[in-house]
């Protein structure tokens, strides 16, 4: 079931706020992260149904999942070559089952601790558009 307000069951304008649908596979909604204080920073979020937690999910459903949020990472690597990705599974507000991916580099913004959730570097549509298509062309399912 689907939640009324839920930037990641509705879309529209309350995933305009802080995210960018780039693509959606069978489980999850593919999403630019607007504050890219990291190059190629994406959200991957669960879309069947408005599931809070991983536990929730049946074994196959947990697979399907798991699958996406690793084909991102891969494209993510072959796009921006990050040195690590850090993944972080937030929810205590908005309660729905999505995994920021937040690619780093040895000796850059935030290297050796953990990667802040919004430091206001936010970007356009068209620079959001841009990281989309990135992302896209290297991603192999």
């Not at 307000?5 to 630019?32: D, H, R």
């Not at 204080?37 to 991983?54: L, N, T």
């Not at 929730?56 to 990472?73: C, G, I, P, Y």
């Not at 089952?97 to 430091?119: A, Q, R, S």
């Amino acid at each position: 079931m689907k939640k009324e307000n839920c930037p990641y069951c509705q879309y529209g304008e309350y995933l305009a706020k802080f995210g960018y649908l780039a693509f959606e596979t069978e489980t999850s909604s593919v999403i630019v992260f607007k504050d890219q204080s990291h190059k190629g920073r994406m959200i991957v979020a669960y879309k069947k149904d408005h599931v809070a937690e991983i536990q929730d999910l049946s074994d196959e459903e947990r697979n399907a999942f798991m699958k996406d949020v690793s084909d991102v990472a891969k494209a993510i690597q072959a796009a921006y070559n990050p040195d690590r990705i850090n993944y972080g599974a937030y929810g205590d507000t908005l309660g729905h089952l999505h995994i920021h991916l937040c690619p780093k580099y040895k000796d850059g913004f935030e290297w050796g601790g953990t990667f802040v959730m919004n430091t206001g570097n936010l970007v356009s549509e068209d620079e959001c558009a841009k990281v989309a298509e990135t992302i896209k062309a290297n991603y192999k399912a």
